[in-house]
């Protein structure tokens, strides 16, 4: 059998066991330790980075902020936020806020401006935002976040009309406390801020505007950059500043200086001119104008008067007198024209110019090439009166006195004649005038063709009416004309035969047929056309239809009747 053999241990043996053992612990050590001191250098590089707030200013700022808790030890390269529209952070949306490299410990914040929907926030009006921070291991971010942008709005303008100067208030939401740009454009114009909170701001409306009196102006307001149009219509209304000539006669045309004036085809509503007092007439053509009315006067105030807002105008308007230099002529009748000459006379308009005063009795007067011209007053009794001529304050009596002549009736011709016959009235008369001529009871026009003649047709009568004329003048009083006018009309002698049926033909025999107007005969049982006609003849046949009977014969020529002594007889 064989024993077990146990080496023995040597001393080389044991020393080197003794030195392995002791290295392979103290490798076990510093691994150890290497792993431990590797973990603490990671943590000190790492930085510890959050994004806490979006904070929204207006419409088109909002404020970042983020918090650095720790920074770590390792070199800082970059740190700030990004915002992106899509919230997906990469492509063209996206923008960096870088703040440098010298990060601190604890709150960091930046700020955006001039955000507007094309630029910085989405259609949903959302803007996401984080926070970042780099070293030299890398990039960290904070949590991303969502804020909903506020929005401009514009909910009225009052008032909704006003002129240069006039304070207008804008009301809605306007973030004007926060706002670092405010500005409020009235067509592109930019108009003074007079006072601006988040809800409402006052603006006066700014000179130079390029439109009239009445037309539309567009507001808009400028928050940052961010516009708006002001919600509702605002109208401009005129500014007048002075006007001129500051003299001149009775309706003198005035001409006015200022902004947004109505002319051409723009509206002149609301707009009232006040000469002394009194509301005058105006005109909005290639300029806008006034007249200065007839005034009792010599200086009167001008205001111009919107929408019944009164605001005078500098100066005053004086009136000039005329200056008159003749009259003519200095003796006529009743309702004649009477002509001044001179100068500053009233100018020429659609309205009253002056006054002629005759006596007691007055008359207008009116401007014709050049001349004032005004009618005797037609009632005045003949005889001399004097004469003045009143424009406005102003009365100028005149040297010369008038002699009203009277009318006066000198004969009537011809003597005798038919109806409608034209008669000749001799007298005194105001040329191309109408007068009314009576005969009995019927009125017939007449016209006077001259100073001394009027022309007027004979009346409707029998033969052998003796009439007699009277002229009725303007004034209404009627003058008699000297001499008769007897009617001629037609006459039946004799007729034959005495009778007959249908086709006989009858002779009338008589006096002033007439055969340019229609002639009839009645038979008593029906009517018979003429056949032949002469002055002193007329023939016809009895008719076909007629009824059976004894009348007498009637000769109807132009309204007149001739009636025979005798009678026809019908035979049928």
Known sequence: MFNSIRPKATPFVWNAFLKYSILFSVSLVLLFSACKKDKSLEEDNLPQVTTTAIVP???????LKGNLSSKGRIKILDYGFLYDVRGYFDGPTMKTISLGSAAQAGEFTAEIEGLNPGFGVND??????KAYFTNEFGTVYGERLRVAMPYLVSRGISPRQGKIGDRITLDGDFFASATKLLKVRFNQIEAKIISATDKKIVVEVPPGLPVRHGEGVGIDINTDGQLTPAQGDFTILATFKDFSPKSGPTNTVLHFTGENLPAGFSSSDGIEILVGGVKTYTF????????ALESNLVKVKVAAKINGVEVELPGEFTYTPPV???????????FELITF?????????PFHYATMKVGN??????LYNGDVTASIPPHLEPGTYPVSFISGPFTITMPQQLTVKPYQMFSLSP??????????IKGTFNRFQEYFVHFGDQRIKGTAVSNTDVLVAAPLADHGTELKALVEMVGGQKIPVPGVFVVKGPLITSFSPSSGGPGTQVTIKGANFRSDFGVSIDLGTG????????ENTIKFTVPRIIGSGTNKLKVMINSQTAVSASSFTVIN
């Open 324 to 334: 008159i230099t003749s009259m003519t002529p200095t003796s006529a009748l009743a």
């Open 527 to 534: 009517y018979a056309p003429a056949d032949e006609v002469n």
């Open 284 to 291: 909005a053509y290639q300029e806008f104008t006034a007249t």
């Open 361 to 366: 009795a007055t008359a207008s007067a009116a």
């Open 124 to 129: 949903r009006g959302y803007l996401y935002a």
């Open 57 to 63: 200013i207006t419409p088109t700022r909002v404020t």
């Open 415 to 424: 003597a005798t004649g038919f109806p409608l016959t034209e008669l000749t």
């Open 341 to 349: 000459k001179g100068t500053n006379f009233p100018l020429a308009t």
